[in-house]
């Protein structure tokens, strides 16, 4: 057939295709899907259901070659940031790709030890097989297309795999020279930066919505807000190196650089923090309590210490200590999602419906408030949860679901 012939097909394609919403497709459920067009296909193992994992690392994503068109190793790492982000929607521990990095160069690329090292014992990983734009006039396609595997470490037993290819077509069949015009205006207009990364988006998005969320597990970084860039440390402030290592995924490095700090200034509250910071994503609870008791008795009103001392007590199971902690956070500062969040985690697992209703609103509210609409999200699930179960929770959940959806408006 002519490249003539073809075009109309490749448009009258693309329009069926391009304004459906995806269809999903569960193969551990022997689903079929439609001509392959617009798939999500997905499958829940029974290892999964069995024992679902509390903590996932992604690991650096490869490049099938051929692909077409070529994605490059930057292409790559975009796409696993967007995973990561929407992973860390859900009630698992994820573990910073800058950490994961730094430990899989360290073991060569060995899994197992990989997940050892970042206590951690699953992982995500998987082969982008399209990345990019094909513009032929009339006609264009940004696509993101990837195969995904959640694997156990241990033993590489398959939990979960998922493949989608997500894609945003632009064009039209002209009947008159205006058609023409405004055909080939569509399909430019397609090809834009920012449409490859809602094409990213929409693809991380989907596929992370096929992973069960089985659990309600308590926030563990105090620090939660996003890494801000690191500047060039000066060769004599061991805290500002420690803090650009740690970013780096260099945790030993980083222990070493605070523990240089309080030698040289033993009352530095930040320092005796970020020890204690680091012994926590290390899961050295024992050590890291002490560390955060100094930073707390060297600044109380600090909201983020009370965090940390809320969190390292409530994973060595001291929750009423720990509850004391967060409350004292609160007072510090009522936009505290962190304490809230946990607050309500430790009161769902002890039991208490209602108490934990009345946190996981407190979490909703002071995430909103302070714009991260991601947790504002979680916590809203965890109210639906909670409603499901008969405790009177409709007039909280329809305050956070209106205020979500005014701010949806807002941006459209």
């Not at 024992?286 to 600044?299: G, H, N, S, T, Y």
């Not at 002071?366 to 965890?382: I, M, N, P, Q, S």
């Not at 008969?390 to 679901?401: A, F, L």
């Amino acid at each position: 057939m002519s490249a003539a012939r073809t075009l109309p097909v490749v448009l009258a394609l693309a329009a069926a295709t391009g304004c459906a919403s995806p269809t999903y497709v569960n193969k551990g459920a022997d689903e079929t899907g439609w001509l392959g067009m617009n798939e999500v296909t997905f499958q829940v193992h029974d290892s999964y259901k069995a024992n679902p994992p509390d903590c996932v690392a992604i690991l650096p994503l490869t490049i099938k070659t051929p692909s077409q068109p070529m994605a490059t190793p930057e292409d790559a790492a975009r796409v696993r940031l967007s995973l990561y982000a929407h992973l860390a929607t859900q009630s698992k521990r994820g573990v910073r790709l800058e950490r994961i990095d730094h430990v899989l160069n360290q073991v060569k690329g060995d899994r197992k030890v990989l997940a050892e090292r970042i206590k951690c014992g699953t992982i995500l990983e998987g082969e982008i097989t399209e990345y990019g734009t094909t513009f032929l006039a009339l006609y264009s396609r940004v696509a993101v297309g990837i195969d995904l595997k959640m694997v156990r470490a241990a033993d590489g037993v398959v939990l979960w795999e998922g493949h989608h290819t997500a894609a945003s077509h632009g064009g039209s069949i002209p009947i008159d020279p205006v058609g023409v015009a405004m055909g080939v205006l569509d399909a430019a207009s397609n090809i834009r930066d920012e449409q490859i990364l809602r094409v990213t988006d929409d693809l991380a998005r989907r596929l992370v919505s096929t992973i069960p969320d089985n659990r309600v597990v308590a926030l563990d970084d105090p620090v939660n807000e996003p890494q801000k860039p690191i500047q060039q440390a000066a060769p004599s402030d061991d805290l500002v190196m420690a803090e650009k290592l740690l970013a780096e995924g260099d945790h030993a490095g980083a222990l070493a650089a605070a523990d240089r700090a309080l030698a040289a200034d033993p009352n530095r509250s930040g320092a005796w923090f970020l020890k204690g910071r680091i012994l926590m994503l290390d899961r050295d609870y024992a050590q890291a309590e002490p560390a955060i008791l100094k930073a707390v008795a060297l600044d109380r009103g600090n909201a983020r210490y009370l965090n940390a001392l809320g969190a390292v007590n409530a994973a060595k199971g001291a929750n009423d200590r720990a509850l004391a902690a967060y409350d004292m956070a609160i007072s510090a500062d009522s936009t505290n999602g962190f304490a809230w969040y946990n607050s309500a985690v430790i009161h769902f697992n002890a039991g208490h419906p209602t108490e934990a209703a009345d946190a996981f609103y407190g979490a909703g509210l002071a995430y909103l408030k302070t714009g991260d609409y991601a947790k504002a999200e979680r916590a809203l699930a965890d109210l639906r949860d909670l409603s499901q179960s008969g405790i009177p929770v409709q007039s909280k959940i329809e305050t956070i679901q209106d205020a979500l959806s005014d701010l949806t408006r807002r941006k459209t």
